[in-house]
């Protein structure tokens, strides 16, 4: 039976390979300057083109695609993000998967709520505010935000997550005039903090329940995209409060890797609140 540790670095490669395979699926010969060639069996570039644009061998990054521990060095995964035309999230997620140290550590353990920032959210009387885990669970909320978005104390475990609550939650879902553009960009968020916790079986677990109850997500996860570039305007169709816009914001928690303070400030268009 394999042990944790090297569950989480097949897992962690695996995911490496198909981050690079979802990449190069989504470029055509035209965009790196090669010519079309012949008729194409499979969308995007072939995996020797990419090797060839980043002047590797075309065995070793099949390799790498096939998720294989052959370690590239961080000049080998420039070269790649540069062929594959990464943008810098996507970059950095290559990087997280391929291991190499980068600056964000990754807590492990229970999060606890400091206190100063336990007593910030009860002050914020209008202001609702929430702190996420490094999984995006919710981990603490003041009264606003319970009348905007429900009384969380009334969800228990996976349930009390905002990507469960997002892709699961019909109720929560249509509180949010544009989900189709909100979803996708929170998604792609929450799919670039999972890099450093790939193969986690609390991660993991949330990812197989949301699989099984949300067919968007499951289209979506499959897609592999990345971005650290949060909305930070959100309207809220409230059943009693009617139209609130909002403008949020996310503070990291000092001494709480993973851990974020969000606050939502109501914009003049707000109705309710």
Not at 33 to 57: H, M, Q, S, Y
Not at 111 to 125: A, C, F, K, W, Y
Not at 216 to 244: A, C, N
Not at 253 to 270: F, Q
Request: charged share 25%.
């Amino acid at each position: 039976m394999l042990d944790q540790n090297t569950v989480e670095i097949e897992l962690r490669l695996r995911e490496f390979g198909q981050f690079l395979r979802s990449r190069r699926e989504k470029l055509a010969p035209k965009d790196v300057g090669l010519p079309a060639g012949f008729r194409r069996r499979t969308p995007g570039l072939r995996r020797e083109e990419v090797a060839l644009l980043a002047g590797i061998g075309g065995t070793w990054y099949t390799w790498l695609e096939q998720g294989r521990d052959v370690r590239p060095s961080v000049e080998v995964l420039d070269a790649i993000a540069v062929a594959l035309k990464l943008n810098p999230a996507e970059k950095r997620h290559l990087f997280t998967l391929a291991a190499i140290p980068v600056q964000e550590q990754r807590s492990e353990g229970a999060e606890q709520v400091p206190d100063s920032i336990t007593r910030m959210l009860n002050g914020m009387e209008n202001q609702p505010a929430y702190v996420l885990g490094r999984r995006w669970d919710i981990l603490a909320w003041n009264s606003a935000a319970a009348e905007v978005f429900g009384d969380f104390s009334q969800l228990e475990g996976d349930q009390r997550n905002l990507i469960y609550m997002m892709f699961a939650s019909q109720s929560h879902q249509k509180l949010f005039v544009d989900w189709d553009q909100l979803a996708p960009v929170s998604l792609a968020m929450f799919r670039a903090d999972c890099a450093f916790y790939a193969g986690n079986k609390d991660f993991e677990r949330l990812i197989g329940l949301l699989k099984a109850e949300s067919e968007v997500f499951t289209s979506w996860w499959t897609q592999h995209d990345v971005t650290h570039q949060p909305s930070t305007i959100k309207r809220i169709q409230h059943p009693e409060l009617g139209l609130l816009v909002f403008e949020y914001m996310s503070l990291s928690v000092d001494g709480c890797p993973g851990m974020r303070l969000i606050v939502c400030t109501p914009r003049e268009k707000s109705t309710g609140l």
